[in-house]
């Protein structure tokens, strides 16, 4: 009996696997042919880039979300000549079209994993790819088959790879990878579950191995008592999965009847098309970034407008929360933000859209004529002052009136702004010319903690339930019970079971989750007593602290 290996790693998708390991196999023979000619080599060149363009497009038009998202890059990547025409001159100049490709993609791929951005390094894996691509089309190597119900056990996958084959019953194991890269993102969409950041190890193949979720493990050749313990977590977890799913299409309430708003998080308007309306009580926050982080360039007003309007079409008159582009920091938008030293601290959300008024200029009004198809809230991101929102207020009013003049029809929006800066958690009633306020907790426990979203090292410190952060947010949900304003919490927190009773306790009220969570968070409420009085310990004291400490600032503001 071969001794049992466990391997810790990091979560990038919940789940439990058992199954043999697949390693990954090295999927291009360099069997390629040299051509007679420099010409024949270019046209052969060619011909495989047009052959993995065509296999591109064909996923694409199967692909919904960033699925799409992700191939559409790589297509746009596969359609531009730049790659080719660069690899040309080298096959002009003596090399064979594969050796030109492989230069050129790696040089490519080399400036992208150096960059500081994450966003940018997860870009790499997707030039990789289609380097593969058009490699394999190329040499003709066939393209890896995965057997089904098998752990998969590699460096990293490939966005494309991953996307062709189907996962059920099995899982990823990756040696690299990132919890924020794209496979990661695609294994949670898709409920695949996966560990990243597992390092080296020496694994045979075929070997029996069960991955473990909840333990963040991936252990191979378990023991029988071991295998006898991951089924028992494996059974608890699919009944807690069942369980959730009886919650989707039920309204959300506390053991002791407290009735909480539970809404969802979006970015590509075609996700709606998964989610039932009655699932949920609107959008929370729908973040439109993902429209301007197209190869293609920043978007116009038409393309905004038709995304927004899909959007309030589906919703059916139930609130829905588009957020204005909030670019910078961990979301760096090609052609829109800025190179900077520490992107977090600097030109992004807000800041960086009042300072592009051209650019902002579109999003606001196709936001004004989406208004009129239902019941559009906007949410500014990243505001620190309240003079962003009288500017930004101010701006929807001037177009607002352009619209008018041209007879177009609009609507104005009720303006809201994300608690997501420490200085409009500690203050709220700066800002009382917000409709709405809603707690971004990614930002606010990132800045509350000084410890940065994106780094997987600083994942223990960076917690939404430090008790500053829950101090911040009970003060914020104070401050809308008390003045009548909309309270909600659209960061990950919201989703995570092990936090929302300490922020129910905390006084929010309404929740805007991942559509995979909503079952899952509605069970999770289903199990809280708040009690008869809603107003916890923690509520009460984060209130009387903040309200006894700042209430020079709080009269001085009201004057
Ligand atoms: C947040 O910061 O919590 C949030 C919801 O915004 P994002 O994650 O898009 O920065
Ligand atoms: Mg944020």
């Known amino acids: 009996m071969p001794t049992p290996l466990e391997i810790k790693g990091q979560l990038a998708s919940e789940g439990f696997a058992a199954g043999p390991i697949w390693l990954a196999q090295d999927r291009l023979v360099p069997s390629y042919e040299r051509k007679d000619t420099w010409q024949a080599e270019a046209q052969a060149l060619a011909d495989c880039v047009a052959t993995a363009s065509g296999q591109t497009a064909e996923l694409v038009e199967n692909a919904q979300g960033d699925a799409a998202d992700i191939l559409e890059f790589q297509l746009a990547m596969l359609e531009d000549d730049t790659f080719v025409e660069a690899a040309t001159e080298l096959i002009e100049a003596g090399l064979g079209a594969d050796m030109a490709w492989r230069e050129v993609l790696d040089d490519e791929i080399a400036g ?11 870009r790499a894996a997707d030039l990789r790819d ?184 589906w919703s059916r008159g139930k609130p829905v929360t588009i957020r204005t582009v909030d670019a910078g920091g961990d979301k760096p938008i090609r052609g829109f933000t800025e190179d900077e030293m520490n992107p977090f601290l600097g030109m992004r959300g807000i800041r960086l859209t009042l300072k592009n008024p051209d650019i902002f200029r579109l999003q606001i009004r196709a936001l004004l004529r989406a208004g009129v198809h239902g019941q559009l809230k906007v949410m500014l991101p990243m505001v620190a002052v309240p003079e962003e929102l009288d500017e930004t207020i101010k701006q929807f009013e001037v177009e607002a ?67 500053a952060v829950l101090a911040l947010i009970a003060n914020v949900a104070h401050y809308g019970a008390k003045h009548g304003v909309d309270v909600s919490l659209c960061g990950d927190a919201g989703s995570d079971v092990s936090i929302i009773p300490k922020l129910l306790q905390a006084g929010v009220t309404t929740l805007s989750v991942a559509a995979s969570r909503i079952g899952l968070v509605k069970s999770t409420i289903a199990d809280i007593d708040l009690g008869s009085d809603r107003k916890s310990r923690l509520f009460d004291e984060a209130h009387a602290d903040f309200s006894h400490k700042l209430g020079v600032l709080h009269s001085d503001n009201k004057k």
């Not at 969409?189 to 020496?202: A, E, K, M, W």
């Not at 609009?410 to 306020?437: C, D, H, T, W």
């Open 130 to 313: 289609v380097k593969d691509r058009v490699l394999v089309a190329l040499t003709g190597a066939a393209v890896e088959i995965i057997p089904k119900g098998s752990i998969y056990l590699a460096d990293d996958i490939a966005p494309s790879l991953f996307l062709s084959h189907d996962w059920s019953g099995g899982g990823l194991a990756l040696r690299d990878g990132s919890v924020t890269g794209h496979v990661a993102m695609l294994a949670r969409q898709r409920g695949i579950p996966t560990l990243v950041g597992l390092g080296d190890f020496v694994c045979p193949e075929n070997v029996s191995a069960l991955l473990h979720g909840g333990l963040q493990t991936l252990i191979v050749s378990p023991s029988e008592q071991i295998r006898q313990q991951f089924d028992l977590a494996r059974m608890e977890f699919d009944a807690a999965r069942l369980r959730a799913q009886n919650f989707s299409d039920r309204p959300a309430v506390t053991d002791d009847g407290t009735a909480i708003s539970v809404m969802v998080n979006i970015a590509d308007p075609a996700e709606v098309e998964n989610i039932p309306i009655q699932h949920v009580d609107g959008v929370g926050l729908m973040r439109t970034e993902f429209l301007f982080g197209h190869a293609s360039g920043l978007p116009g007003e038409e393309i905004q407008y038709l995304a927004y309007k899909k959007v309030l079409d």
């Open 112 to 122: 992208y994993e150096a960059s500081d951005d994450e966003y940018f390094r997860a």
């Open 401 to 467: 009136s352009a619209l008018a003049q041209e007879g177009v029809a609009y609507q104005m929006p009720k303006i809201g702004i994300m608690v997501e800066i420490p200085s409009v958690a500690i203050l709220p009633n700066r800002f009382s010319k917000a409709s709405f306020l809603s707690i971004g907790s990614n930002d606010l426990t990132q800045y509350v903690l000084a410890a940065s979203r994106d780094n997987g090292k600083l994942a223990d410190l960076a917690k939404a339930d430090d008790p």
